[in-house]
């Protein structure tokens, strides 16, 4: 993948993750996400179907990422929960 396509994917995952700092995933739309990423509504369909396949890359790295930094393997839902709420709100303090 090309780094144009990489930086608009970013952008786009930090971007749904800024706007559920302040709303529930139902109320966001692909413009709320396209507005805040600054990217069109066509570059946005170019790398995800809709919001709901954008949200479960979201989740999926996120969850990739915290069980990279485990060493024990045997890690629970609620743990995984835990880190993915403190992750939105992080993303959402910068």
Known sequence: ???RRRRTRLRLKEALIYLL???YFENITVNDICVEAMVS???F???Y???YDLLEKVIES???HYLSTKRD???FIEDITIFLCENVKE???K
């Open 21 to 23: 700092g302040d709303d």
């Open 91 to 93: 993303k959402k303090k």
């Open 45 to 47: 369909y170019s790398q």
């Open 62 to 64: 996120s969850v990739d």
């Open 1 to 3: 993948m090309d780094l």
């Open 49 to 51: 179907k809709d919001k």
């Open 73 to 75: 393997k045997h890690i």
């Open 41 to 43: 509504r066509p570059a």
